[in-house]
């Protein structure tokens, strides 16, 4: 049976937060952190893996404060790993896999830094860093992608959106269906509160706070971290740099493949997870 988002829709009040998410599935809990673009939620993000990695886990895919069907947030103010943290403490949860693309992969980086005994393994897609000085990446200024990205947050449209989603993937003919775009501009203007949050504060949002990369050795969760090699929203030289220096982490680069690696090549991307985290 295809499992639908009415299906494993839940709700949660944290201690300041009301969290939307979807559940399902049982065994090690593996979380699920969507991207920061206009119109992301936990389903959007991850619809392709959810049914098959609760096969195998307990897969919990929030929509973060400030995104989706969860509270609004001040982004002057909020820490999205708190969220996390306060999420994972409602739901009884001690320690979970993080998976997390783009935004939702550097929250992932910053909980196995700064909160390393909730993480048991770290997977990232695209995650981006504050790095310098790219080799492969744009120089001077946001990428392509992020730059469409933050017009996104003013104009939502399904143009607008048609625009984001075909620099998100590779493969355009494939992905970018009239379907997705109209999905992912009914739930950015279905939230203008959250679109306006952070418009007010970007390009501070959507990452309030970025991970100290000096730190990036002391992570002791097992990495695997995954890059479109034809991301243009954030370059793979970023994983790669990751890679040299997080001590139990391999990357995984996939050619013909955007910055949304877990939609554009979900049955080897729930593969690889579903072996990394059953066997390491």
């Given at each position: 049976?295809?499992?639908?988002?009415?299906?494993?829709?839940?709700?949660?009040?944290?201690?300041?937060?009301?969290?939307?998410?979807?559940?399902?599935?049982?065994?090690?809990?593996?979380?699920l952190?969507?991207?920061?673009?206009?119109?992301?939620?936990?389903?959007?993000?991850?619809?392709?893996?959810?049914?098959?990695?609760?096969?195998?886990?307990?897969?919990?895919?929030?929509d973060?404060?400030?995104?989706?069907?969860?509270?609004?947030?001040?982004?002057?103010?909020?820490?999205?790993?708190?969220?996390?943290?306060?999420?994972?403490?409602?739901?009884?949860?001690?320690?979970?896999?993080f998976?997390?693309?783009?935004?939702g992969?550097?929250?992932?980086?910053?909980?196995?830094?700064?909160?390393?005994?909730r993480?048991?393994h770290?997977?990232?897609?695209?995650?981006?860093?504050?790095?310098g000085?790219?080799?492969?990446?744009?120089?001077?200024?946001?990428?392509?992608?992020?730059?469409?990205?933050?017009?996104?947050?003013?104009?939502?449209?399904?143009?607008?959106?048609?625009?984001?989603?075909?620099?998100?993937?590779?493969?355009?003919?494939?992905?970018?269906?009239?379907?997705?775009?109209?999905?992912?501009?009914?739930?950015?203007?279905?939230?203008p509160?959250?679109?306006?949050?952070?418009?007010?504060?970007?390009?501070?949002?959507?990452?309030?706070?970025?991970?100290?990369?000096?730190?990036?050795?002391?992570?002791?969760?097992?990495?695997?971290?995954?890059?479109g090699?034809?991301?243009?929203?954030?370059?793979?030289?970023?994983?790669?740099?990751?890679?040299?220096?997080?001590?139990?982490?391999?990357?995984?680069?996939?050619?013909?493949?955007?910055?949304?690696?877990q939609?554009?090549h979900?049955?080897?991307?729930?593969r690889?997870?579903?072996?990394?985290?059953?066997h390491?």
């Open positions: 049976m295809t499992l639908l988002e009415s299906d494993i829709a839940k709700d949660v009040q944290t201690p300041h937060w009301r969290i939307h998410y979807n559940e399902a599935g049982t065994g090690h809990p593996v979380v952190l969507h991207g920061g673009g206009p119109g992301a939620t936990g389903w959007s993000n991850y619809s392709p893996n959810i049914e098959a990695l609760s096969r195998h886990f307990r897969v919990i895919a929030p973060l404060p400030g995104w989706g069907d969860s509270d609004e947030v001040d982004f002057l103010a909020y820490d999205p790993i708190d969220a996390v943290c306060e999420l994972l403490d409602a739901l009884g949860i001690e320690q979970a896999a998976v997390g693309n783009s935004m992969g550097h929250t992932s980086l910053r909980m196995a830094i700064e909160r390393p005994e993480v048991s770290l997977i990232t897609m695209g995650a981006p860093i504050q790095m000085p790219f080799l492969f990446g744009a120089g001077g200024g946001p990428s392509e992608g992020l730059t469409i990205m933050y017009q996104g947050y003013s104009d939502a449209s399904p143009e607008a959106m048609k625009r984001l989603v075909e620099i998100m993937v590779y493969d355009r003919a494939r992905f970018a269906t009239p379907e997705l775009c109209e999905q992912r501009s009914a739930a950015a203007l279905g939230h509160q959250h679109l306006a949050n952070i418009a007010r504060v970007a390009p501070k949002a959507p990452i309030p706070i970025w991970a100290d990369l000096r730190t990036l050795a002391s992570i002791t969760a097992p990495a695997l971290l995954i890059h090699r034809d991301d243009r929203v954030v370059s793979f030289e970023s994983t790669l740099f990751l890679a040299a220096n997080i001590p139990d982490s391999r990357a995984h680069i996939i050619n013909r493949c955007g910055h949304w690696a939609l554009e979900a049955a080897e991307f729930n690889q997870v579903i072996e990394f985290v059953t390491h």
